[in-house]
């Protein structure tokens, strides 16, 4: 097991270009960056626009449903997220594994 | 050390003071992490390669007071076999949520984190409340007592300035500090 832990340097690359902005220390060679392509920078970039959006309080009308974004864009809402995941295929054509969905909760109460 | 930015929301709500009836608006922070579910066999150090498998990952919330992960139905059933499903606990269980009554069976889940500046965090198990189909099942959440959350892995609040305070959402870091490279 312990090999496994070992770090292969062509794994791991330095927190270059991330470093956070309020002066925590940094651990910087040792963070784990995945090296994505453009689809999958594209789909990280959903995940933060979707906080960003609800942050904003734009998506309160979609409270209690999963949301379903492609492209910074909402392309549908349902309690279910498999019956939303199965309409954006359908309807939308994308693949299932590009599709980000994510809960939008109701207040704190 | 492995480490990744927890993500904040922001809602706001109506408060009302008792006496004066006077309302305001108070905003309320939940800390949500990017899971990932991990095949069992994968080696520790598994990473996606090139892109998120996005069937796989979900969003959560960290919730300071669970001790159990909740997963709803749609979340979890499509990697039901890379859940190991304890022998010796019932298939169904029944929790009352609300005057719900919500059944689920306990599974142990081999997550893996992931946060919106594509740092990875490496897999481990939570004892996680895999709900039953009912669409008034909690919402996926990450339970901050959960065996995700041992091994040395701690929270960590980003001190911010007086300043940063009134313009930015708090910033919080889960740190991995057995990570060595």
């Known amino acids: ?109 | 050390m492995a480490r990744l930015r927890l993500r904040t929301r922001v809602q706001s709500e109506e408060f009302t003071y008792p006496g004066t009836g006077e309302v305001v608006s108070l905003p309320t922070y939940r800390l949500f992490i990017g899971l990932h579910f991990v095949p069992p066999t994968a080696r520790r150090d598994w990473k996606p390669t090139d892109r998120i498998d996005q069937m796989r990952r979900f969003d959560a919330v960290v919730d300071t007071g669970a001790m159990l992960t909740n997963i709803p139905y749609d979340v979890w059933e499509p990697f039901a076999s890379e859940i190991e499903w304890p022998a010796t606990i019932p298939a169904q269980n029944i929790v009352q949520v609300a005057g719900t009554s919500l059944t689920y069976q306990l599974g142990r889940v081999m997550l893996a984190a992931i946060d919106n500046e594509n740092r990875w965090m490496e897999p481990a198990w939570t004892v996680a409340r895999c709900w039953h189909f009912c669409e008034n099942a909690l919402p996926p959440l990450l339970g901050l007592t959960s065996p995700f959350f041992m091994n040395h892995r701690r929270l960590r609040h980003a001190r911010s300035t007086e300043k940063d305070a009134n313009e930015k959402l708090p910033e919080w870091w889960l740190e991995d500090p057995s990570w060595w490279s």
Do not use: C
């Open chain 1, 1 to 109: 097991m312990s090999n496994q832990l070992t770090s292969n340097s062509t794994n791991r690359t330095s927190a270059e270009g991330a470093v956070p902005r309020n002066g925590i220390d940094s651990p910087g060679a040792d963070e784990i960056v995945l090296d994505l392509d453009d689809e999958g920078i594209a789909a990280q970039a959903d995940v933060a626009w979707i906080d960003d959006e609800f942050n904003k309080g734009n998506f309160a009308n979609y409270r209690g449903e999963y949301i379903a974004v492609v492209g910074k864009r909402v392309l549908g809402h349902d309690k279910s997220l498999r019956a939303l995941r199965e309409n954006v295929v359908r309807t939308m054509g994308f693949p299932l594994g590009r599709i980000v969905t994510s809960f939008i909760d109701h207040p704190v109460h």
